[in-house]
């Protein structure tokens, strides 16, 4: 199930244009490796956690020197991982020089085949927005009992919207 909030956004290319509603996804929890290992091992696997985790992490380990060679790895059905150059332009390709040019490496994935329709078998399911769970969340350690939950406005907003909230 996906859990998913909703969010109000403006249009960055036309800052006039009326805002509008955006699904905004929200994870229930993050798994570490160990435990990402765990839920392989309990799908009947031969191997246990451990060796499933040792697995995984020479994986990463050894994905990272391949990329690093200049290769695009294929790791079947979950795709493809290749690093892209990212950084500024030189005067010249004579004056070209990685180390001064190349901002940043991005290792990008590309998509398998298992992963290219995941919207023809996801459930959604609406939760709150990450600010309100956070405002109940004070409110209880703070022992009160009531949660205001209204967005918090902006002085830009507030002079956007002639003086109205969001």
Not at 41 to 47: F, I, Q
Not at 49 to 69: G, K, N, P
Not at 101 to 124: H, S
């Amino acid at each position: 199930m996906l859990n998913y909030s909703i969010a109000m956004r403006s249009n960055p290319i036309d800052k006039g244009a009326p805002k509008k509603a955006y699904a905004t996804s929200q994870y229930s929890e993050v798994m570490n490796i160990n435990q990402f290992a765990e839920h392989i091992a309990s799908h009947g696997s031969v191997y246990k956690r451990s060796d499933v985790a040792a697995i995984l992490t020479m994986a990463v380990d050894c994905l990272r020197e391949q990329l690093l060679e200049g290769k695009k790895v294929e790791l079947g059905d979950l795709g493809f991982f290749y690093v892209r150059i990212s950084g500024e332009g030189a005067p010249s390709a004579a004056e070209y020089n990685p180390a001064i040019y190349v901002k940043k490496l991005n290792v990008k994935w590309q998509c398998g085949v298992r992963f290219k329709d995941l919207l023809g078998e996801a459930v959604f399911n609406l939760v709150a927005p990450r600010s309100v769970s956070q405002k109940v969340l004070k409110a209880h350690k703070a022992g009160e009992t009531t949660v205001d939950i209204s967005p918090e406005v902006t002085e830009e907003e507030t002079d956007d919207q002639g003086g109205m909230g969001v």
